[in-house]
């Protein structure tokens, strides 16, 4: 890239620069991804410190000034409680955002190791690609709500109710999505196991465990970051589900699906009351999907540069 | 040259056979005889050309020489150690004595790598250098082969065939072997490159002292660069013998075909040459024919062919071959030898 800079100097070339650099270099070129960046920045920053600035607390009911609509002092509104909805989606949307990220972050980190370990070991695949099938044929809602009928109690008296129920939902839902990464990394491993490289690599004598950082995990980055980005949005939407069903957090405490969940009653009265919360999760989605999309291209060098 | 130094590679009754498995319960029904029964001594110093039609296991024999394969019998010692049956972990120490040159250039590099990490990647692995000493041996490397030092931090998709190669021949020189298998490291090339990558192949191994296994299917290619060449055919090789000698007067009726098919590029001797033409098809390395592996497509096959395998034996000093037409159960066939003036100008 600084192509005059170094071929004119024949000898005491720069060292080579971090790829980092060539990676930034490129996320900077996709337009949608900056764009996202910026977007999933100022939503982050909105539920993470808007709390500290908003006069509101979201559980404070004013039963006088219910069901108000855009005012200055109530910019979202408020719902048939009289709660602030703009202290609420922000609260809701750290709570959201948490959840979608942590369970995330989970699923695709057991979905890679079970992927990457079922491919490049073939003693190990055919039991675990048994297990895979079997978290896929098993029925998601009974399971999740066995799981909090056998854990919620013990986890909330551990870690008091919220973070207890945040822990158990995060851990219901990142071990019951991380399958279908598994599935897609593991067929990448396969094929990549074959190539040459590989082989060159072994004939060097790389360990496995040093093969799979350097040369199977970062050629399967492709599929993993889009599990991943969708992830984000599926985790969201999980979590809604759950609550709705009362299987999450209680229902006083505001998540943006619980938010949207509870206003669907009155969708025909207070539609701003269900758009709201929708564009928030819809945004976010979008915003991470874009993320994921620039970090893709600019982590293959094959297209960056392009 | 080829009778004076000592073997480097010593290969024993080499066999891999991979296993075919089929069913629900994926049982095993057979085995793909790829390498059956290999002996080679392959002396310090010298190229061994290793050729033959596709899938005759050549390549197969190249992998299991390095222990890319766990192979099935036999034996292999490079350098005196014995290294078919160490498991991989110690074998890990004797990985820097042999390399490999990959056949394709594009998929022998890890297109997420740079040419710095890819040639740099052994000494990660085997020398603790720092990051200075790393990135100049790098740069040693690069110029051993041709490459611009301007290039280390380029990734592989940015480069031509030709320099892609060399890429992977730097990656195979950064520890210093003694023995390379250059698995038909000019196949996949345009011609006018193979020759660069030829000529590059011996200057390094004179200025290095190398010893290759070369392995290719193109016969002119080998005689160019081979001191002696032994011929493949379905797991098994049939003939070994100096370049000279070999190209000269073949003894095995399979050579004898495989060179009438090597164009010749002059049209008159072209015209009045007699081509070899085998019929069929090779036969499947599952399930290999009984007696000699040649004897369903031998042109001058015999009953006992059908019957007995020939041994491999030397057959006049330096001079291996597996046929009957050579071997003591056929002394009097052996003297009539074919007329080979035809066949090679």
């Known amino acids: ?306 | 040259m080829a009778e004076a130094g000592r073997p480097l590679v010593r290969i024993r009754e080499l066999k891999m056979h991979f296993p075919i498995h089929a069913g629900l319960l994926g049982r095993r029904i057979g085995e793909v005889k790829a390498v059956d029964g290999v002996s080679l001594d392959i002396i310090e110093g010298e190229t061994l050309g290793l050729v033959g039609e596709s899938g005759c296991g050549k390549s197969t024999v190249g992998r299991c020489v390095i222990r890319l394969y766990d192979i099935t019998e036999g034996s292999i010692a490079i350098d005196g150690a014995d290294i078919s049956r160490v498991d991989q972990t110690s074998l890990r120490r004797l990985r820097p004595k042999m390399q490999m040159i990959f056949q394709d250039p594009h998929a022998s590099l890890n297109p997420r790598m740079t040419v710095a990490g890819i040639i740099g990647e052994p000494l990660d692995e085997h020398l603790a250098l720092s990051r200075e000493q790393k990135l100049a041996r790098v740069y040693e490397l690069m110029d051993a082969v041709g490459l611009h030092r301007a290039f280390a931090r380029r990734y592989p998709h940015e480069f031509s065939g030709g320099q892609r190669q060399r890429i992977g021949i730097a990656r195979a020189l950064a520890l210093n072997p003694k023995f390379i298998v250059c698995d038909e490291p000019i196949a996949a090339l345009d011609v006018s490159i193979q020759a660069q990558i030829v000529n590059l192949l011996e200057e390094l191994q004179e200025a290095f002292g190398l010893t290759y296994l070369f392995i290719s299917h193109d016969l002119s290619m080998v005689r160019h660069i081979a001191d002696r060449v032994a011929v493949m055919y379905l797991g098994k090789i049939v003939e070994l013998a100096d370049r000279e000698r070999l190209y000269a007067d073949p003894a095995h009726p399979y050579t004898q075909a495989l060179l009438s098919a090597v164009p010749e590029p002059d049209p008159e001797h072209e015209r009045h040459r007699r081509h070899i033409i085998l019929k069929g098809d090779v036969p499947s390395p599952a399930n290999p024919p009984r007696g000699c592996n040649f004897s369903t497509r031998c042109p001058r096959v015999m009953d006992i062919c059908r019957q007995i395998e020939p041994e491999f034996l030397e057959v006049s000093p330096g001079r291996f071959t597996a046929c009957h037409l050579h071997g003591t159960t056929a002394q009097k066939n052996g003297e009539q030898q074919p007329s080979t003036t035809q066949l090679t100008h």
Do not use: C
Not at chain 1, 81 to 89: F, I, N, S, T, V
Not at chain 1, 100 to 111: H, K
Not at chain 1, 150 to 156: G, I, V
């Open chain 1, 1 to 306: 890239m600084n192509e005059a800079v170094t071929t004119k100097r024949e000898f005491g070339l720069p060292p080579p620069r971090s790829q980092w650099w060539d990676v930034w270099d490129q996320f900077r070129t996709h337009k949608g991804a900056l764009a996202g960046l910026a977007i999933f920045t100022a939503i982050l920053l909105a539920v993470v410190i808007g709390p500290w600035l908003w006069p509101y607390d979201p559980t404070y009911a004013d039963l006088r000034s219910r069901n108000a609509g855009f005012s200055l002092v109530h910019p979202f509104g408020t719902d048939q409680l009289g709660r602030d909805l703009l202290a609420r989606m922000m609260a809701g949307g750290m709570v959201s955002l948490a959840v979608g990220m942590t369970a995330m972050l989970l699923s695709v980190v057991l979905g890679t190791l079970i992927g990457v370990v079922a491919g490049y070991f073939r003693r190990l695949d055919g039991p675990l690609m048994r297990l895979t099938d079997l978290f896929l044929a098993l029925p998601l809602l009974p399971l999740l709500l066995v799981m909090v009928m056998l854990f919620r109690e013990a986890l909330s008296r551990r870690f008091g109710p919220e973070t207890g129920i945040f822990i158990l939902i995060v851990t219901a839902i990142g071990i019951t999505s991380w399958m279908h990464t598994a599935r897609i990394v593991r067929g990448e491993v396969l094929a990549l196991k074959e190539r040459e490289f590989v082989l060159a690599s072994r004939s060097i004598g790389t360990p496995p465990r040093r093969m799979i950082t350097r040369h199977i995990l970062p050629n399967v980055m492709s599929p993993i970051m889009v599990s991943a980005t969708l992830g984000i949005a599926n985790a969201i939407i999980t979590e809604s589900a759950l609550s709705f069903l009362g299987l999450g957090f209680p229902p006083d405490f505001p998540t943006w699906g619980r938010l949207l969940f509870d206003a669907v009653d009155q969708l025909q009265l207070y539609p701003s009351r269900v758009i709201l919360p929708g564009v928030a999760i819809s945004l976010t989605v979008l915003s991470v999907n874009y993320i994921g999309d620039g970090l893709r291209d600019a982590l293959d060098p094959r297209i960056r540069g392009r």
